[in-house]
T-cell receptor
């Protein structure tokens, strides 16, 4: 089956630093990748939709200058949390869909997530 | 705005029982509905995907149904096993994104 690799799995950083999270589709091309955020015991909330070669589409309330998304190739998308603060501590998960066809008909394959802790 | 609700929030049953998890959504204009499994501190594993034109999907001991008109889906797990313990999330696809419920935390007791 399709595999999505997310790295790192856990990161602890000091307040004010920036953190980059990578999401790779290992055995398929993903024209669209999604970034989600999950607070403890809550569900996933979509942060942004990332299309290869174009700017990401952010959900309402998500600061695009704080959460920088780059989708430079069909197999890699990155999320950079800039000037991280303790309130940014969360579980971040990416997903990817296979290229071609209707997005609605494609299964999303999820990465294992990244636990970000900002001290 | 689409809202997805899952009931119950938590469920604990003895091994071997059959069980049903419920999911409801407010806007019936969906393209598909998915059930996922999430283990603690891990990502999501897709279990079943039901297109809007379908009524149910089956995979092994799992069966998911969809009643789009009433905004409901159920996930039926037969002969539960301790390894089934996890959080189960349902999500509906509409307006170019997945909207998730808050999940049902399932514990199967040996």
């Amino acid at each position: 089956g399709a595999v999505v690799s997310q790295h790192p799995s856990r990161v602890i950083c000091k307040s004010g630093t920036s953190v980059k999270i990578e999401c790779r589709s290992l055995d398929f091309q993903a024209t669209t990748m999604f970034w989600y955020r999950q607070f403890p015991k809550q569900s996933l909330m979509l942060m942004a939709t990332s299309n290869e070669g174009s700017k990401a589409t952010y959900e309402q309330g998500v600061e695009k200058d704080k959460f920088l998304i780059n989708h430079a190739s069909l197999t890699l998308s990155t999320l950079t949390v800039t000037s991280a603060h303790p309130e940014d501590s969360s579980f971040y998960i990416c997903s990817a869909t296979t290229a071609g066809g209707s997005l609605a008909k494609n299964i999303q394959y999820f990465g294992a997530g990244t636990r970000l802790s900002v001290l | 705005k689409q809202e997805v609700t899952q009931i119950p929030a938590a469920l604990s049953v003895p091994e071997g029982e059959n069980l049903v998890l419920n999911c409801s959504f407010t806007d019936s204009a969906i393209y598909n509905l998915q059930w996922f499994r999430q283990d603690p501190g891990k990502g999501l594993t897709s279990l079943l995907l039901i297109q809007s034109s379908q009524r149910e999907q089956t995979s092994g001991r799992l069966n998911a149904s969809l009643d789009k008109s009433s905004g409901r889906s159920t996930l039926y797990i037969a002969a539960s096993q301790p390894g089934d313990s996890a959080t189960y999330l349902c999500a509906v696809w509409g307006a170019q994104k997945l909207v998730f419920g808050q999940g049902t935390r399932l514990t199967i007791n040996p």
